[in-house]
T-cell receptor, first 115, second 116 residues
């Protein structure tokens, strides 16, 4: 069984600052993928970034980067130069490898960007 | 046009009623999923389908059924709705394959269902 833990129910960050959203995971699968999604107040789920368990480098997508520490089973999302539009819920999720690609989600972190 | 669409976007129904939520996609993906989101619980998988002839139960399938009418269409039914099925329901799609960046799941806009 897989489990995702997001221990920060809510976070505040000032505009233009960087922020790290924590995610730890537990799995017995030897190979897996880690994903982050953003859910603004409008409700849709927006894919942000992906990290494969065997990827040698940390993933980056524009202002988003993933701080992947495999030994510690953590996959923290770093948002640089925060913008007001970054205010949203952020979900960490993982999926095992192979033919199944079912996502297991964490409970999310609500990020509020302030002026 | 959106790649993954869900209808209806909002629905209010009464206990005991049968209701169907529909999902269509134009991404050409083989795999489709239904999730529900409850406050404080993240998203949980209800059912998933890898192709038209393959339907699988997810974490919380009790009280739900699905139909994969075509590669592009995947419907979720509540045979007899109850108040604790009030939630936000998402359909998602992904390509066939292992865990790669290209296997990312893409979500529809969600259906907000209220069961009175």
């Amino acid at each position: 069984a897989q489990k995702i833990t997001q221990t920060q129910p809510g976070m505040f960050v000032q505009e233009k600052e960087a922020v790290t959203l924590d995610c730890t995971y537990d799995t017995s699968d030897p190979s897996y993928g880690l994903f982050w999604y953003k859910q603004p107040s409008s409700g849709e789920m927006i894919f942000l970034i992906y990290q494969g368990s065997y990827d040698q480098q940390n993933a980056t997508e524009g202002r988003y980067s993933l701080n992947f520490q495999k030994a510690r089973k953590s996959a923290n999302l770093v948002i640089s130069a925060s913008q007001l539009g970054d205010s949203a819920m952020y979900f960490c999720a993982m999926s095992p490898t192979g033919t199944a690609s079912k996502l297991t989600f964490g409970t999310g972190t609500r990020l509020q960007v302030t002026l | 046009d959106a790649d993954v669409t869900q209808t209806p976007r909002n629905r209010i129904t009464k206990t005991g009623k049968r209701i169907m939520l529909e999902c269509s996609q134009t991404k050409g993906h083989d795999r489709m999923y239904w999730y529900r989101q409850d406050p404080g619980l993240g998203l949980r998988l209800i059912y998933y389908s890898f192709d038209v002839k393959d339907i699988n139960k997810g974490e919380i399938s009790d009280g739900y059924s699905v139909s994969r009418q075509a590669q592009a269409k995947f419907s979720l039914s509540l045979e007899s709705a109850i108040p604790n099925q009030t939630a936000l329901y998402f359909c998602a799609t992904s390509r066939q394959g292992g865990v790669h960046r290209t296997d990312t799941q893409y979500f529809g806009p969600g259906t907000r269902l209220t069961v009175l």
